[in-house]
Structure formats: structure tokens, C-alpha cells
């Protein structure tokens, strides 16, 4: 991972970076911290539609530290890998299913985020993957490079 990142830093050098890390900032994503706003919490927006809403801490991570993980690994995902629906793919490892885009992984779905949105694991990974696949190819952030 960190040679195919240095590569693609090292292509387009320092311009790149700062172009993706600005595009990090830029990605739309809200986190709701007032009390009326509850529910956006954990929302991740891509195009100004909510693409995925984290419910739960996962990986050691919080709530709002899985969301920013989360976040980042689109931002990754549309600089080094071809984002198309049928690259989004979603499989099974051990308990936990994981949606990746090519080699990136974006997120992976426990059984605990099944239960906190009143399904399964297998139910939600499908619903998230369909709505990435439905999102990332048309909503990619200005700024990222595309892949050569």
C-alpha cells in the first residue's frame, strides 16, 4: 500500500497531495452535535445525499472516528482506484461483511450495525453497497486526481 500511494504521490509529486488532502476537506460530510441534529451523526454525504449513516463503534474506532475513517477511505478510493458500480463489490470476511472498491476497503459492516439499524449485517452491506454503487461513480470530489 505504501508503494502504490508513493507512486501515485510521486507521479504527479507534491501538487497531487495537496490536492487530495484538500479534497478531504472538502468532501461533504456532516456531523450533528446539536441536540436536534441527533441523527446526523455518523451521516456520510456524498452529492448531498447521505450515502451511509454510522451507528456504531467498530475496530476500536468511535462512532465519529469510524465515520472519519470511513470518510478518508473514499477520498483514497477516488484517487488510486477506478470508481464504477461494478467495482464496488461486497463479500464476507469471517462474521463482518466488507464492501471495497478494487483493492480499497471502504467500510465493514458487524453484526452490530445490523442490529443498530434494525437488520442484519448481510441486509445493510447490501443496502450501503447498493447506495455506493449508486453514488461514488457521479459524485466524485473536486480536486482528486483521477486515476491514470
Known sequence: MVT???????????????????????????????????QEVGAIYLCN??????????????LEGRR????LRIVRAYGGETVTAANIRLSRQGGDWVIAVGETTLV????????????????????????????MPRCRPEGVPRRP
Open 68 to 71: 472519519e475513517a470511513i470518510r
Open 108 to 135: 465493514t459492516v458487524t453484526e452490530a450495525d445490523g442490529r443498530a439499524n434494525g437488520t442484519t449485517a448481510a441486509g445493510l452491506a447490501q443496502v450501503w453497497a447498493e447506495r455506493l454503487r449508486a453514488l
Open 4 to 38: 502504490r500511494w508513493g507512486a501515485w504521490v510521486g507521479r504527479g509529486g507534491i501538487r497531487n497531495l495537496i490536492m487530495t488532502l484538500a479534497a478531504v476537506v472538502g468532501l461533504t460530510t456532516a456531523v450533528g452535535w446539536g441536540q436536534g441534529q441527533q
Open 49 to 62: 445525499e447521505v450515502a451511509l449513516r454510522i451507528r456504531t463503534a467498530a475496530g476500536g474506532l468511535s
